[in-house]
């Protein structure tokens, strides 16, 4: 079957709860976030290889155009997957990792180790340039490369958030305030974990000139850690939708 685009919240209604028995595959996906642009073909990869397999159904939301089923999800960064089975939530995953995505389904279908989709399925649709070296992996990257490499993940997303954890997982109090705050701001953030990549941690520091985490970037123009965002928010409480517009402007 592959992946179905889901158009609207009728049909959305309609095809959950006439697959109770199924296993769900819901991806959140903007056409705006760079992660997005990878997983995209990540996601269409799985589908197709378990496209005889009537007990599994993977449905794509763009969370933007279809924001009332966003909502009903409380997803607020994407890439944002949800399995859900008999119209209960089995697992919640936030962030561009292909493995992880792949370890929840194979766990929640149910599938013996001879059936189950190989971690490695997604390496044929990225490329070298667009996969994040995990802390583990030390790579040699030279002070210009690293720079590039930050600039394009600060414009990765309008609004970019670098945080330890991911928005469903916060690995420290500072982040997981962060978050919500974006959250009840409504705001649409891409983010990156900097627990996954040192280069990319000790990098922003001094790409920011800012010591801690997490770090918040408007259009690519860093705008502070929580403090700063509060202190920004109490002087003006339109300070996202404000900044945005300054910062594309210039």
């Given at each position: 079957?592959?992946?179905?685009?889901?158009?609207?919240?009728?049909q959305?209604?309609?095809l959950t709860?006439?697959?109770?028995?199924?296993?769900?595959?819901?991806?959140?996906?903007?056409?705006?976030?760079?992660?997005?642009?990878?997983?995209?073909?990540?996601?269409r990869?799985?589908?197709?290889?378990?496209?005889n397999?009537?007990s599994?159904?993977?449905l794509s939301?763009?969370?933007?155009?279809?924001?009332?089923?966003s909502?009903?999800?409380?997803?607020?960064?994407?890439?944002y997957f949800?399995?859900?089975?008999?119209q209960?939530?089995?697992?919640?995953l936030s962030?561009?990792?292909?493995k992880?995505?792949?370890a929840?389904?194979?766990?929640?279908?149910?599938?013996?180790?001879?059936?189950?989709?190989?971690?490695?399925?997604?390496t044929t649709?990225?490329?070298t340039?667009?996969?994040?070296?995990?802390?583990?992996?030390?790579v040699q990257?030279?002070?210009?490369?690293?720079?590039?490499?930050?600039?394009?993940?600060?414009?990765a997303?309008?609004?970019?958030?670098?945080?330890?954890?991911?928005?469903s997982?916060p690995?420290c109090?500072?982040?997981?305030q962060?978050?919500?705050?974006?959250?009840?701001?409504q705001v649409r953030?891409g983010?990156?974990?900097?627990?996954?990549?040192?280069s990319?941690?000790?990098?922003?520091?001094?790409?920011?000139?800012?010591?801690?985490?997490?770090?918040?970037?408007?259009?690519?123009?860093?705008?502070?850690?929580?403090?700063?965002?509060?202190?920004?928010?109490?002087?003006?409480?339109?300070?996202?939708?404000?900044?945005?517009?300054?910062?594309?402007?210039?």
């Amino acid at each position: 079957m592959g992946v179905l685009e889901i158009e609207s919240e009728h049909q959305f209604t309609e095809l959950t709860q006439a697959n109770d028995s199924k296993l769900l595959a819901l991806y959140f996906h903007t056409p705006w976030a760079g992660p997005c642009k990878t997983m995209n073909q990540v996601f269409r990869t799985l589908a197709d290889s378990k496209a005889n397999d009537p007990s599994i159904t993977f449905l794509s939301i763009n969370a933007d155009e279809l924001s009332e089923i966003s909502e009903l999800f409380d997803v607020s960064a994407v890439p944002y997957f949800i399995l859900i089975r008999n119209q209960t939530i089995l697992k919640e995953l936030s962030g561009a990792d292909p493995k992880e995505f792949i370890a929840a389904l194979n766990q929640f279908a149910g599938e013996s180790s001879k059936n189950a989709i190989p971690a490695t399925v997604s390496t044929t649709t990225t490329t070298t340039a667009e996969k994040s070296p995990s802390a583990s992996e030390p790579v040699q990257e030279s002070e210009e490369a690293l720079n590039e490499r930050l600039h394009k993940l600060t414009t990765a997303a309008p609004i970019m958030l670098f945080m330890k954890g991911s928005p469903s997982s916060p690995q420290c109090g500072f982040s997981r305030q962060l978050v919500a705050i974006l959250r009840e701001h409504q705001v649409r953030f891409g983010f990156f974990d900097i627990l996954k990549d040192d280069s990319v941690r000790q990098g922003l520091k001094k790409f920011s000139d800012w010591p801690t985490f997490p770090q918040l970037y408007i259009n690519g123009e860093f705008q502070g850690g929580l403090d700063i965002i509060k202190e920004n928010i109490e002087e003006d409480e339109h300070f996202f939708e404000n900044a945005v517009n300054a910062t594309a402007a210039a």
